[in-house]
């Protein structure tokens, strides 16, 4: 069977059916680093959630065959947790106009095959076609270089952010807390933001 790429969003009720999938694929990928993320079902169920009950929020898959081995998310930041909308509003932007891409993950041997453009494209033309959005943002952990798990082949994705027209904003800046694989409990992270102006297309 060949790969594809389609669209889902919280107005289509196959997404809820397709939880349990993404749930195991985030804590597939996200065990390496630089999240080094220790998931577990029951988060991630409930963190999905999140994209089932909001009706703009979308999931762009990629499935080989009915499997998914990779997803990229999205939805408007109001309808995201606080400690990503704060930063935001404490420097005066209206988060009502912008809207937050999430995760995405990509099995390895899926990796290299111009996939992760199409999870750019697919939440972009997702975020135009809502209407009254004038920004698109990311985040990614910020890891020291001399983290003891840092792989000596370790690429960051800045570098591909800035290629797809993505400015990193120090200023933008938040924590979230997470267990990684060696740690006994959560602790916060350091998250920086990424955006876009959405009338610019890459």
């Known amino acids: ?22 749930a195991r694929l985030r804590i597939e ?15 991630e169920m409930r963190y999905l959630a999140t994209y089932v009950n909001c009706p703009d929020s979308v999931v762009v898959l990629v499935e080989d065959g009915r ?3 990779g997803a990229s998310t999205g939805l408007p930041l109001v309808a995201e947790d606080e400690a990503f909308q704060r930063p935001f509003v404490e420097r005066g932007y ?12 990509l099995q390895k041997d899926y990796r290299g095959q111009g996939l992760y453009a199409k999870f ?5 033309q ?21 983290h003891p798990r840092r792989p000596a082949d370790y690429v960051p994705l800045d570098a591909v952010w800035t290629r797809f027209g993505y400015v990193r ?7 979230f807390s997470w267990q990684d694989l060696d740690e006994p409990a959560e602790t916060a992270k350091p998250m920086v933001f990424w955006t876009k102006a959405l009338d610019v297309v890459a």
């Open 169 to 175: 904003h120090p200023e933008l800046a938040t924590t």
């Open 29 to 43: 990928v996200f065990r390496d680093f630089p999240y080094l993320y220790a998931g577990t079902m029951d988060y």
């Open 126 to 146: 997702h975020a135009r076609a809502l209407g009254g959005m004038k920004l698109i943002t990311l985040c990614g952990v910020e890891r020291p270089v001399d």
């Open 120 to 124: 750019f494209t697919g939440r972009e």
């Open 67 to 69: 499997d998914v081995v």
């Open 1 to 22: 069977m060949a790969v594809g790429v389609r669209l889902l969003t919280g107005r289509d009720p196959e997404l809820a059916h397709r939880v349990p999938e993404l």
């Open 94 to 105: 209206d988060i009502a106009t912008v809207f937050y891409c999430g995760e995405s993950v």
